[in-house]
Structures are given as structure tokens and as C-alpha cells.
């Protein structure tokens, strides 16, 4: 898609906030939903997410109870994985809460995924199609998890929407 030359680029200034969630169909089962950007894959604009804080629910933290219980949630591309694992490149970033027996310290929410220390404050993906991710193991009831992201919108030249593209394409084959 062709644009018009601007000698100034349009990015956002300032950081904004995006709320989800997803909800566990079963336990224990891979649930997907999807996150809804203003603006379409081939407008030439990407998100730049700053950072993540995942909220689980209490009920869903009360089920991290043995060593085989884990939480697993994550922000991918696609909504047809048959799992979490962090080396798919569909997957932008997963965060796995491992139970570890008898907790005797609370855990403190926000969990948190910062990506503002990277190249230009941020990780860069295509703005759609994205979702939000969770699984479970050894959990009796559904989870929830509800998450902010700290995003900005960049619009990107032909070439770096292509780059951007690219992302989802494994760099180390």
C-alpha cells in the first residue's frame, strides 16, 4: 500500500493502556481471545508494547498449589497453537507461574513483562492479529488472567511494515 510522504513520521508520545483478558474454557485447556487494535494489518502501523502486567485472579492463583501445577500465559500472533512454548515465534512474550509445593511467601501482583529496555523502549509486532493466551496444568477449575498492556501506536514506512512482517518469520532457521 502506497502512502504519502510526510517529513514528519506519526508515533504516539506518550504511552497508552490496553485492557484484556481471557478466560479458560476448561482447566487445563489451551484458550485463546483475541485483542482488537484501531487499525488494520496493511495500514502500515505496528504496536510498540512497552510492557505487560498479567493479573491472574485469586482463584486462578489459589490453583498454583504442588510442584505440578503450572500457569502459562502469554500474547501470540496466532490462535491456533496446539501450546505455549516460548521458542514459537507466534508467541511475543509468556510468562509460566510454576507451583513449588507449600508456598509460604505471597506472590505480588502485578507479574510483570518489560520490554522498555529494549531498542527504542520497546518490542515492535504487527498490530493485528493478536491474543491473549493461557493454559494450565494440574488446575481443577478454569483460569482467568487479565492483563495491561503499555503500548504505542507507530505508523512505519513500506519498508519497516515489511520488516515488522518479518518478525513472525524465524531469523535462525
Known sequence: MAKRRSSKRISDAYVNRAYVEVV???ANTL?????RWAVGLFQGIAIKIN?????????TLREVVTAADILI????????????DVTNQSIYCGLSVVGVGVNVEPRILPFQTDFSTLSEGGLLVPANPMYIAANSVGFAVP???RALIYYQFVELSDQEAL???QTVIPGNV
Do not use: H
Not at 31 to 35: A, K
Open 24 to 26: 479458560m474454557s476448561a
Open 31 to 35: 484458550t485463546f481471545s483475541q485483542i
Open 51 to 59: 510492557r505487560i502486567e498479567w493479573f491472574p485472579n485469586g482463584a
Open 73 to 84: 500465559m502469554a500474547i501470540t500472533s496466532r490462535n491456533d497453537l496446539a501450546n505455549l
Open 143 to 145: 483460569g482467568e488472567i
Open 163 to 165: 520488516e515488522v512482517l
